[in-house]
Structures are given as C-alpha cells and as structure tokens.
C-alpha cells in the first residue's frame, strides 16, 4: 500500500484539472452536482494517496472552478450560461440554410441519397417516397411540431439546422449544421420525440446553434 504524503502545489493543481476532467464526464451523463462530487472523490481516492481530506478539498475548489468558468451543459444549471448568448434562440442571428444544398449534402448519406440502402431495403422509397422536402420552421414550437412526422426524406429546417428523417415510419433524425462561412456539417442523428417529452429539447437546439465547427466534429457541443 502507498503510504500518504502532502502534495505539492504542482500536484494540487495537476489533481484539480484531473477531478474538473471527471466532473465534466459525469454532468455530460447526466449526474447531478452530488453525483458527480461523489464520482469524482472516489476516482481520486482510488488513483492518488493523498490524505483524503486533501482530496475532498480538491474536489470542492475544482467544483467551484467548474461553476466559475464553464459554459452552460445540457440538464445543469449549476453552470453557468455565457453572457453574450441570446436566452431567446429564435432570434439569434445564423445562415440561412437551404432545401437545395441539403439535398446536395444528403448524396453523401448511404440511407438518404437517391438510390441509396433505404431504397434497397423499401422499393417504395423512391417510387412513393422519393421526394425530398424540408419545412421551414420559424419557432421552436413549430420545429416540435415538424418533427412528430414520420416519413423518410422529410425534414425540417430552422435557421440554420436542418433535421432529415432517415428512417421511413421511424424518428431519426439526420442532423447538420451551416456555418457563416457556407460550409454544411453533418454531425448528429436524434431520435426527438423522447428528446422533446423530456423537456431537454430547447438546451438542445441552443447547443446545436452554437456549437463550433470542432465541436459539432467532436460531438463536445
């Protein structure tokens, strides 16, 4: 067994990055601040013989460090919002997004382009359902509402995201995103109705909407 020993200031604050890592992967599963504390002190127990009350006072400042410079995370509002981001996302400024480059960006998705695996699985997919068509959604509300419909290739576009149903009768949503610059990133499939029931569905959207083009990448939105 590792005999305890007082950490350096070098230590202390290599241990408090450590636990801020962990207590950000917990709030992302979902945990609550109690939760994730607890996650958080038993990793470091496990991992580190620093006295334990040395430990608890790391998990507390690394905590309060969270709280003091995160940018809002789905479900916890013990992290706080960034200042300059409209609390009103339908009126956020974006690039309009447009039923002829999202029919342009679905030719690179195996289940919605034309002639695609929707197609080899349902022949009716091309002679029923072969048509694309987006609704351009004003409000939030109406975006709820587009996105109860259940046929494939059909979708909803608002500001700048556009969510293609992938799956004819189903709930999956082909998700991408339009950036200033023009370019169209594919970066998420939702299954909305559960997302909507939940009550999650507007932190949601607001993410998407401002999630960058490395975040959206690396799913970190």
């Known amino acids: 067994m590792v005999e305890e020993y007082e950490l350096s200031e070098e230590e ?35 991992n580190f013989s620093a006295p334990y009350s040395e430990l608890e006072e ?23 919002r960034d200042d300059a981001w409209s609390k009103d996302i339908e009126d956020i400024p974006t690039p309009e997004i447009t039923e002829e480059e999202m029919i342009e960006k679905c030719q690179a998705n195996p289940w919605l382009k034309r002639g695609g695996a929707a197609s080899w699985d349902d022949v009716l997919v091309e002679l ?70 939940s009550g999650e569905f507007e932190d949601l959207i607001e993410r998407f909407m401002k999630a960058t083009k490395q975040q959206c990448k690396d799913l970190t939105y």
């Open 128 to 197: 029923e359902y072969g048509s694309y068509g987006w609704q351009k959604c004003k409000t939030i509300e109406e975006l709820k509402e587009c996105l109860q419909q259940d046929v494939i290739r059909a979708g909803c576009i608002f500001k700048n995201l556009a969510f293609t149903n992938q799956v004819h009768g189903g709930d999956e949503w082909w998700t991408v995103k339009k950036f200033a610059d023009g370019e169209l990133i594919a970066f998420e499939s939702i299954t909305a109705r559960p997302i909507i029931k």
């Open 12 to 46: 202390r604050r290599h241990l408090i990055k450590v636990a801020k890592d962990i207590f950000e992967e917990a709030y992302e599963f979902g945990d609550s601040e109690s939760e994730a504390e607890e996650v958080v002190l038993k990793a470091l127990s496990k």
């Open 58 to 80: 790391i998990v507390d400042v690394a905590k309060r460090e969270i709280r003091d410079t995160s940018t809002y995370k789905r479900g916890h509002s013990i992290l706080k």
